[in-house]
Structure formats: structure tokens, C-alpha cells
């Protein structure tokens, strides 16, 4: 199984906190650093909240090898004519090592905290589609054309791509999303869930591939989520009771929680039975949240740990 890092700034973080997170990742030898795309979250104090393009396109300047990903870009908030060029243009910048997820949206919370319009789900998952067979069309060679209800496009886009620049769908939908990963994603990603959930979907998945005539076999099926892992036991306890503390919760209530959502949790044995489970599913990427940018402490033994257990 591969390993990327995942951050989501809304909650916080510099883009030097992201940049020496992206550049861990890198010295790690990790297959790409991640981050989301959200302008805004309730808290106080109230977090920064960075752009998500302007930052990878820093990154993309400022690292050597790493992949760098949005994951993913709500259609709420780009037009897909601006999602095509921001993307090729930090693809060029990297030298083709950006990797372009989209989605539906989902907060309403940012939409309505910055004017932004929030449609009906019907309509957000009929704009993602049409935003998808934009991006296919804008980054072909050549002059292409689309029509749909929501998005028009009669151009020679340039520039294009650089590298294979994958495209992710992300969501955890039972039907819709996953077809729509089949019919136009390279890479299917969902939220940490317990394998018998997420197996149907990655079912679906590779039916809508098939009936779409692409390989089912060449889309990444990938996951995101905390982890929390120890040496042992005593080391998982220790950590398992602050991470408890610092959202207010007994560490029993916390731990029966987060087992219940299928993310790997416990000492070396215990997590590569939950990462075995993932695998058979048809899992092969991990991306691994972590939330405070500004405490890279420990990342190195948790993705030991966790390579060790694959």
C-alpha cells in the first residue's frame, strides 16, 4: 500500500508549515503530499484558511519530486474552465507532478459564509459531471467542444498537462460518485470507513469503468483518514488517551468511536489486520491526515509503523 500525507488548513497552518510538511513528505519518501480545499471554518480563534491552488503552486516550486494533490477541489467553487487552467498551469510548474481532485461540495457552512452559491445536490452532482467531461475535453490535444446545461467550451486549451496529471473523484456516496469515478477518474477516493462499506462503491466503480470501455485496473482506489498507532500497547495507550484529551473524550468512548469508522488504530499486529481489511477491498493508497501543521513530531515513527505493517 502507498502512503501520502494529507493536511486540511482550514483548520489552520501557514503555507510554511505546509511547505516543511510537503518537504517531510518528500524526505520521507511518501507518494504525495495533500491537502484540501476549504476557505473557511467556525472556530475560535478563528483559523487561517489558505487557497489551496496558490499553495500547491508555491509547493510546486519549492519541492523536487513529490507529488502534490488537492483533494479535493469543490465544483462550488471553480468554473472547470478555471479548474483546467490553474491546474495545467501548477502542472508546468512542477514538471508534471500535480495530481487534480473535484468533488461536489459539501460545506454549506463556507458557501454561505462568502456568498458562495450552494445548489441542490442534483445539481452539484449534474455540474461535477459536466465539469469532468470539460476537463477530459480541455486537456486533449487540439480544438475541442462541449455543450452542456451548466458549462460551454469551444477552444484550443493551452497549455496542457505536462505529466499524466490524474484526475481524482472524491466522495462517499453509494451511487453516484462512484460511477461517475468509473466513467472519468483515475482515482477513486474515500473517507476512512470500515471495508464492507467501501467495497460496493469500489464495485460500482469498476463496473462503470467497464461499461465505459476504460481498464477498471488502472483507477486507483484510495482512502483518507487519521491513523493512530504505537509501538506497543503502552505507547498506543499513551497516545490513544491524548488524543482522547485533547477532543474532550474518554479514551474508551474515543477509541470505540474511531474503530467503529475502520481507521487503523493499536500496535503494529493490530493496524495490519485493519490495512489487510482495506487491501482486500481493492485499497492501494493511504492518504494519512494530520491536522496540526505546526507539530510534525512524531510523523516519521507513525509511518514506520505503518509501512511495517503492510
Not at 9 to 19: D, R, S
Not at 110 to 136: M, N, Q, S, T, V
Not at 160 to 180: A, D, E, F, W, Y
Request: glycine share 8%; hydrophobic share 40%.
Amino acid at each position: 500500500m502507498d502512503f501520502a500525507l494529507m493536511t486540511e488548513p482550514q483548520f489552520g497552518g501557514t503555507y510554511q508549515e505546509q511547505l516543511a510538511a510537503a518537504r517531510w513528505a518528500e524526505q520521507a519518501g511518501l507518494v504525495a503530499f495533500a491537502r484540501s480545499d476549504h476557505y473557511y471554518f467556525k472556530r475560535e480563534p478563528r483559523p487561517e484558511a489558505t487557497d489551496a491552488f496558490a499553495v500547491l503552486a508555491g509547493l510546486a516550486r519549492e519541492t523536487e519530486k513529490i507529488r502534490l494533490c488537492v483533494l479535493v477541489s469543490p465544483i462550488t467553487f471553480r468554473h472547470p474552465a478555471v479548474l483546467a487552467k490553474t491546474a495545467a498551469t501548477i502542472d508546468q510548474m512542477s514538471g508534471g507532478r500535480l495530481d487534480l481532485g473535484v468533488g461536489t461540495g459539501w460545506l454549506q457552512l463556507e458557501h454561505d459564509a462568502f456568498g458562495l452559491p450552494f445548489p441542490a445536490l442534483d445539481e452539484r452532482f449534474g455540474r461535477l459531471e459536466e465539469a469532468l467531461i470539460y476537463l477530459k475535453a480541455a486537456f486533449a490535444d487540439g480544438p475541442q467542444s462541449f455543450t452542456g446545461r451548466y458549462y460551454e467550451l469551444d477552444a484550443d486549451v493551452r497549455p496542457n498537462p505536462v505529466g499524466p496529471m490524474p484526475i481524482i473523484v472524491g466522495g462517499q456516496g453509494p451511487t453516484r460518485t462512484p460511477r461517475l469515478a468509473g466513467t472519468f477518474a483515475d482515482e477513486f477516493n474515500h473517507f476512512i470507513a470500515h471495508p464492507s462499506d467501501i467495497a460496493p462503491k469500489i464495485a460500482r466503480v469498476r463496473r462503470a469503468a467497464q461499461a465505459s470501455g476504460r481498464d477498471p485496473d488502472r483507477i486507483t482506489m484510495s482512502v483518507m483518514g487519521p491513523v493512530l498507532v504505537g509501538v506497543d500497547q503502552t505507547d498506543y495507550r499513551r497516545k490513544l488517551e491524548a488524543a482522547a484529551a485533547a477532543r474532550g473524550d474518554e479514551p474508551e468512548e474515543f477509541e470505540r468511536r474511531w474503530a467503529s469508522y475502520g481507521i487503523p488504530l493499536g500496535p503494529p499486529p493490530q493496524v495490519a489486520e485493519t490495512l489487510a481489511g482495506l487491501r482486500r477491498a481493492g485499497i492501494t493508497k493511504f492518504y494519512v491526515q494530520h491536522l496540526d501543521l505546526a507539530d510534525l513530531a512524531g510523523l516519521d515513527q507513525t509511518f514506520e509503523l505503518l509501512r511495517s505493517s503492510t
